[in-house]
């Protein structure tokens, strides 16, 4: 699996105490996500994120929505 980290939905306190509970219980998939966030992190520098909302904001401009989704959504990690 190429994941860096585990997808929560938003408003779940559920199954985010499931998730940390597992977690707390297997160290060695910590140790995973760990090495792969590591990993994936350069994907999401300041510079990185910045660069993409300024081409997206000139796509906008431009009048091109489709080019500016793709642009968004481009070289997103994959969570678990």
């Known amino acids: 699996s190429t994941s860096a980290g ?9 199954i985010l105490a499931k998730k940390i509970l597992s ?3 297997n ?3 910590c140790g995973r996500l760990a090495q792969k966030s590591l ?8 510079e990185k994120q910045a660069n993409q ?4 904001l000139k796509s906008v401009i431009k009048g091109s929505r489709s080019k500016a989704s793709k ?3 481009q ?4 969570h678990e």
């Open 71 to 73: 642009i968004m959504f």
């Open 6 to 14: 585990i997808c929560i939905p938003p408003e779940s306190p559920g």
């Open 23 to 25: 977690l707390a219980q």
């Open 39 to 46: 990993a994936a992190a350069p994907m999401f520098s300041r």
């Open 53 to 56: 909302v300024i081409s997206v």
């Open 27 to 29: 160290p060695e998939l």
């Open 75 to 78: 070289e997103q990690g994959t």
